[in-house]
C-alpha cells in the first residue's frame, strides 16, 4: 500500500457509507424540520446503525482475512486527514457555491447557503453525521487494534475501556437518530464549512485524540478507582444528554405523554407557544450540554493519563463549542418567544450547569 492509498481512504470509505445508506433497508420518518415550499416536514432515511455495523464488519473480516492490516487506519492517519481535509473542501465549495448567494462570500462558505439540503433521498446533514461517525468508529477501531499490537503482552486497560465507550457514543448516537432530527443542528444550522468539513473531518478524526496521543503508549497502570471515576462520568453525562434529547423529542412528538412513565410535561406557555420546564430541563435551559461535556471528561479520564495535554482537547472542544451555541440558541429563542421566554428564564435560571451558570 501506498501514501496515495492512505490519502484516498476517507473517500471510499465516505463513497461506500453513501451506497450503503442508499441500498440498505431503512425507516423513512418525518423530521421537525418542515420544507419552505410546501410546509411539510422533511423525510430521512434512517439506518445509520445498519450502515456503520455493515462497514465495521466489512474492515474487521477483512482484517482477518488478511487483506489489510488490523491497524490500518493508523498507520495512514495523517495521511487519511489530509485527504479528509480535501473531501471536506471539495463538499463545501461544491454545496455552497451551487446555492444562491445569502451573504457575503467568506460567511456562506463557512456557515452555508443552503439549510437543508436533500436529492435523490439522500439528506446532506444525516449523511455527513452518518459518514462522520463510521469514520470515526474505524479510527478507534483501528487505533486501538495498533495498541494492542504494539503492547500484546501488557495493554493498557484505559485504551481499551476508552474504545468500548467510544463505540457506544457512536452505536447510540446512530440508534436514536430520529431523536436528533428535533436537535439544534438540523433546524438551526446550515450546510457549508462548519457542518460539512466538520463531519468529514473534524468529528472523525479529531473527537479520538485521545487515542492519538496514548494508542502508542505503554500502559500506564492506572488505578481502578479512576478508570471508575471515568466510566461514572461517561453514563452519568450519557444520562443527562441522551434522557434530556428523549424528553424534548416526546414532547414535541407527543406533547401529553410522560417520560418514562414518569415525568409529567410541565411548560409555560402563551399565544400559542409553549415551553418544556420539568424533568431534565428544569435543571438548566440547556442541560444536555452539561451531558456531553462530562462524556467528554469521562472519556479523557478512561485513557489513564491525566497529566497528558493533547486528550484534553477533546472536552475544551465541547466547552469552546457549546457555550457560544447556549448564547446563540437563547438569543434565538430570545426573539421567537418574546416575554414567554423571559418567563422560561425565571423558572429555568441556569444555562448549562444547574445552580453555577
Same mark, same amino acid.
Given at each position: ?20 445508506? !442508499?441500498? +440498505?433497508? &431503512?425507516?423513512? %420518518?418525518?423530521? *421537525? =424540520?418542515?420544507? $419552505?415550499?410546501? /410546509? ?8 445509520? !446503525?445498519? +450502515?456503520? &455495523?455493515?462497514? %465495521?464488519?466489512? *474492515? =474487521?473480516?477483512? $482484517?482477518?482475512? /488478511? ?12 495521511? &487519511? ?5 480535501? =473531501? ?18 467568506? &460567511? ?250
Amino acid at each position: 500500500m501506498t501514501p496515495l492509498f492512505g490519502f484516498l481512504l476517507p473517500l471510499f470509505v465516505y463513497a461506500l457509507v453513501l451506497a450503503l445508506h !442508499l441500498v +440498505v433497508p &431503512a425507516r423513512r %420518518v418525518d423530521g *421537525y =424540520v418542515r420544507d $419552505a415550499a410546501t /410546509g411539510r416536514p422533511l423525510r430521512y432515511r434512517l439506518n445509520g !446503525l445498519a +450502515v456503520a &455495523a455493515i462497514t %465495521v464488519a466489512l *474492515y =474487521v473480516l477483512a $482484517a482477518r482475512r /488478511g487483506l489489510v492490516a488490523w491497524d490500518l487506519f493508523w498507520t495512514w492517519r495523517w495521511h &487519511a486527514a489530509a485527504g479528509a481535509c480535501v =473531501v471536506g473542501l471539495v463538499f463545501t465549495l461544491a454545496i455552497v457555491l451551487s446555492a444562491p448567494r445569502r451573504g457575503a462570500l467568506a &460567511a456562506d462558505l463557512y456557515l452555508g447557503r443552503r439549510d437543508n439540503p436533500q436529492r435523490a433521498g439522500v439528506d446532506a446533514k444525516m449523511f455527513l453525521y452518518l459518514a462522520g461517525a463510521v469514520m470515526l468508529e474505524l479510527n478507534v477501531v483501528s487505533f486501538a487494534a495498533h495498541h494492542l499490537l504494539a503492547h500484546p503482552a501488557d495493554p493498557s486497560p484505559g485504551v481499551l475501556l476508552y474504545a468500548v465507550l467510544f463505540t457506544f457514543f457512536v452505536a447510540e448516537y446512530l440508534t436514536f437518530e430520529e431523536v436528533h432530527l428535533y436537535t439544534y443542528d438540523f433546524f438551526a444550522e446550515r450546510v457549508g464549512f462548519k457542518l460539512g468539513w466538520g463531519c468529514l473531518v473534524f468529528y472523525p478524526f479529531f473527537y479520538c485524540i485521545g487515542l492519538w496521543a496514548t494508542a502508542a503508549r505503554p500502559n500506564p497502570h492506572t488505578p481502578r478507582p479512576l478508570l471508575a471515576l471515568a466510566v461514572a462520568l461517561f453514563f452519568g453525562g450519557w444520562m443527562l444528554s441522551r434522557g434530556a434529547n428523549l424528553q424534548k423529542y416526546l414532547f414535541k412528538t407527543a406533547p401529553d405523554r410522560r417520560l418514562f412513565g414518569l415525568l409529567a410535561p410541565v411548560t409555560v406557555a402563551a399565544g400559542g407557544k409553549q415551553l418544556l420546564c420539568s424533568g431534565f430541563w428544569r435543571l438548566s435551559r440547556h442541560i444536555n450540554y452539561l451531558g456531553e461535556i462530562a462524556m467528554a471528561v469521562g472519556l479523557t479520564l478512561a485513557l489513564g493519563w491525566p497529566a497528558a495535554p493533547l486528550p484534553w482537547l477533546y472536552p475544551i472542544y465541547y466547552l469552546v463549542l457549546l457555550v457560544p451555541r447556549q448564547h446563540a440558541d437563547d438569543r434565538r429563542c430570545a426573539a421567537k418567544y418574546g416575554a414567554l421566554w423571559d418567563e422560561y428564564c425565571r423558572r429555568v435560571p441556569y444555562r448549562i450547569v444547574p445552580w453555577i451558570y
